[in-house]
C-alpha cells in the first residue's frame, strides 16, 4: 500500500522559517503530482504548492516568495520551504500525491496525515 508521511511542524514566531517534508514510499509505479495544503480551524482546506511530473515546483501566487517547493525525486520527498512564517499561516499542512502502483492501476490520490505549524505573533 502506497503511504504517505508529512513531518516537521512546530511552532514558532512571526518571521520565524520552517520546513516540512513529505515522504512518499510503498509499490509506487508513477507519481504525477505531489502536493501540500494547508487548513486553519474553521477555514476550508486550500492549496499551497506541489509539482507535478509534467512541470517544475510551482506555489500559489499569494504565497510566492515566502513558501518554496523543492523535491528529492528520486526519494519521493516533497519539501515546502517556508520564511517570515505570519500568523495567518498557522494551520495543519497536509501533503498528497496521485500516484498509480502499475502501469495498468487506476490513478489515486493518496493522503498523509497532517502536521502543525503554528505562529504566534
Known amino acids: 500500500q502506497v503511504q504517505v508521511v508529512a513531518s516537521g511542524g512546530g511552532a514558532g514566531q512571526a518571521g520565524a522559517a520552517l520546513t516540512l517534508s513529505c515522504v512518499a514510499s510503498g509499490t509506487i509505479f508513477k507519481i504525477n503530482t505531489m502536493s501540500w495544503c494547508r487548513q486553519a480551524p474553521g477555514k476550508q482546506r486550500e492549496f499551497v504548492g506541489g509539482v507535478s511530473n509534467a512541470g517544475g515546483p510551482n506555489t500559489v501566487e499569494s504565497l510566492k516568495g515566502r513558501f518554496t517547493i523543492s523535491t528529492d525525486s528520486a526519494k519521493n520527498i516533497l519539501y515546502l520551504q517556508m520564511k517570515d512564517l505570519q500568523p495567518e499561516d498557522t494551520a495543519i499542512y497536509s501533503c498528497?500525491?496521485?500516484?498509480?502502483?502499475?502501469?495498468?492501476?487506476?490513478?489515486?490520490?493518496?493522503w498523509g496525515q497532517g502536521t502543525q505549524v503554528t505562529v504566534s505573533p
Open positions: 498528497n500525491m496521485y500516484v498509480r502502483s502499475a502501469d495498468s492501476a487506476p490513478w489515486a490520490t493518496v
